[in-house]
T-cell receptor
Framework: SAVISQKPSRDICQRGTSLTIQCQVD?????MFWYRQQPGQSLTLIAT?????????ESGFVIDKFPISRPNLTFSTLTVSNMSPEDSSIYLC????????????FGPGTRLTVL | AQKVTQAQTEISVVEKEDVTLDCVYE???????LFWYKQPPSGELVFLIR??????QNEISGRYSWNFQKSTSSFNFTITASQVVDSAVYFC??????????????FGKGTMLLVSP
């Protein structure tokens, strides 16, 4: 399976600031996904990032708050803008590897705390 | 709409006990995929298994086994002779068929497994 890395692994940020999270894959993949996991909760899909096109956001998530870039087939960024304590979560990226049947593999996550 | 229910919020066992994590799903698709992921305290999500809806054969991988029953819409996960390293949150997930374009995963709320020595 693909090796996925995320930076930073964790961060503590002040209210009102923004943080950009990077996701790097060691092979070219078509689909990349960004998820949020609030404390003690399950994973919620924020958006799907396809190279060369605008990200597709799920209900409840907007581009102004979570802008996403996907400049090539191995890299994506998610920015959490104008942060509030409610944004404290683990943010995970995942990629879809086609092995005949699709499976999503996840990065190690970015643990964000907003004060 | 797709839905995954993991009714067990937390399970505590003593090492070497067997434990079964339940997963019940709802979908209108006739073809779909089911997954189990493990999330240890470090936070990363580790893929464990993918099962096609048309393949109801049970699977065993070492101490792990999975029981897929379409008749009851269940995909249960059993750990035999549990170990402390099995302590984690386990998520069951469901996705639509391949020809939908891509796999949108619907996750259950997760079951926290605590294995004590």
């Amino acid at each position: 399976s693909a090796v996925i890395s995320q930076k930073p692994s964790r961060d503590i940020c002040q209210r009102g600031t923004s943080l950009t999270i990077q996701c790097q894959v060691d092979s070219q993949v078509t689909m990349m996904f960004w998820y949020r996991q609030q404390p003690g909760q399950s994973l919620t899909l924020i958006a799907t990032a396809n190279q060369g096109s605008e990200a597709t956001y799920e209900s409840g998530f907007v581009i102004d708050k979570f802008p996403i870039s996907r400049p090539n087939l191995t890299f994506s960024t998610l920015t959490v803008s104008n942060m509030s304590p409610e944004d404290s979560s683990i943010y995970l990226c995942s990629v879809e590897e086609r092995e005949g049947i699709d499976t999503q593999y996840f990065g190690p996550g970015t643990r964000l705390t907003v004060l | 709409a797709q839905k995954v229910t993991q009714a067990q919020t937390e399970i505590s066992v003593v090492e070497k006990e067997d434990v079964t994590l339940d997963c019940v799903y709802e979908t209108r698709d006739t073809t779909y995929y089911l997954f189990w992921y493990k999330q240890p305290p470090s936070g990363e999500l580790v893929f464990l298994i993918r099962r096609n809806s048309f393949d109801e054969q049970n699977e065993i991988s070492g101490r792990y086994s999975w029981n897929f029953q379409k008749s009851t819409s269940s995909f249960n996960f059993t750990i035999t002779a549990s170990q402390v390293v099995d302590s984690a949150v386990y998520f069951c997930a469901l996705s639509p068929p391949m020809n939908s374009g891509y796999s949108t995963l619907t996750f259950g709320k997760g079951t926290m497994l605590l294995v004590s020595p």
